[in-house]
């Protein structure tokens, strides 16, 4: 099974929340270019800043719409007349969600609640709803399938299997159409400073000669941002992923304590890698192992990673030194 060769998205009227962030910012450039409509939820700030969409405001094929998912009202007005919807909108960050993990079941279940109730009301074509590859906690096998047991080893990866089930009872209970995404540690431009390549990158193009990180053991499985956006849009026009969980991840894996090594030489910097304790997690809670099996985004919507490892991470210095004014390098960022 494949996805709809001749899938038109021309005209269409498509809902991104999480729209103004780094991978729905990515996700909305790619709608555009194949000719969608885009309805930009974005969060709300009285100071007006749209985020990575600030290049779009003013462009006819996006309508920007302020709100907040735990809104069933806003998210309500916000779906109605729309296609397609991608769900993104979350409250991100594995370190913040263990000082206020209820903020995390708001934003991240009730938020995806009134996003499926809104989609089964005004009976949008197609509902992708973000997960992480968080969920599944420390490999217990490897490749990670998606049969693979869920492991809450965080509050937040905690909510984020409570919202993936949420999502997925709303097709069991109403047929609603929905397919649960699940990218494995997407990386690339427009990334904020709390994940781990940018945190690197901005430590070195800022002149550090000691790199900060916590656990240098553990192993993910990295995309490039353009390659998840395209896995998005190609599980959206998929029949054969609605009702599922589907892997977005290249099926590689790399140590944090070598991914600095080579991000070290992407950078055409100098530097050492030391261990800070300020950004262990607790034992307990820190993923030893990502590594994604991909099968069903090949085999069911032709799916496949573009851009190498190498390569994602040359694009992304490059971007991180061109934006350093974005990066507190010197403090950590949770």
Not at 15 to 27: H, N
Not at 179 to 198: D, E, H, L, M
Not at 227 to 250: K, Q, S, Y
Not at 312 to 331: C, I, P
Request: a negative charge; glycine letters at 8%.
């Amino acid at each position: 099974m494949s996805r709809n060769d001749t899938f038109d998205w021309t005209g269409r009227t498509v809902l991104v929340t999480g729209a103004e962030g780094f991978i729905g910012s990515t996700l909305v450039d790619l709608l555009l270019e194949r000719g969608a409509q885009v309805r930009a939820f974005v969060h709300y700030k009285p100071y007006a800043e749209k985020g990575h969409l600030a290049h779009l405001i003013g462009d006819p094929r996006v309508e920007m719409l302020a709100g907040d998912v735990r809104d069933a009202g806003r998210v309500m007005d916000a779906v109605e007349g729309c296609d397609t919807v991608f769900h993104l909108a979350a409250l991100i960050g594995i370190p913040y969600s263990y000082d206020s993990p209820g903020a995390y079941v708001q934003t991240n279940v009730v938020g995806t609640e009134n996003v499926a109730e809104a989609c089964r009301r005004h009976s949008v074509r197609r509902l992708v709803h973000t997960s992480t590859s968080e969920v599944y906690g420390t490999a217990l096998t490897a490749p990670i399938s998606e049969a693979h047991p869920l492991q809450p080893q965080s509050p937040y990866s905690a909510s984020k299997i409570g919202a993936d089930m949420m999502a997925l009872s709303h097709w069991h209970a109403f047929e609603l159409p929905v397919t649960v995404v699940r990218p494995f540690n997407t990386y690339g431009p427009r990334q904020s400073a709390r994940a781990v390549i940018p945190t690197i990158l901005a430590q070195l193009h800022s002149g550090a000669r000691e790199i900060k990180l916590g656990s240098l053991t553990p192993t993910r499985d990295f995309t490039y941002v353009t390659d998840t956006a395209r896995g998005f849009i190609a599980l959206a026009e998929c029949e054969a992923a609605v009702g599922h969980a589907v892997n977005l991840g290249v099926g590689e894996e790399i140590s944090i304590g070598d991914l600095a090594e080579a991000l070290i030489a992407a950078s055409g910097r100098e530097a050492e890698v030391v261990v800070d304790p300020a950004r262990l997690r607790p034992s307990g809670s820190e993923v030893q192992r990502l590594l994604s099996d991909n099968s069903r985004a090949r085999e069911w919507a032709g799916w496949e990673p573009e851009v190498s490892l190498t390569e994602g991470l040359k694009l992304t210095s490059a971007w991180v030194a061109e934006n350093l004014r974005l990066f507190a390098a010197d403090r950590y960022q949770v």
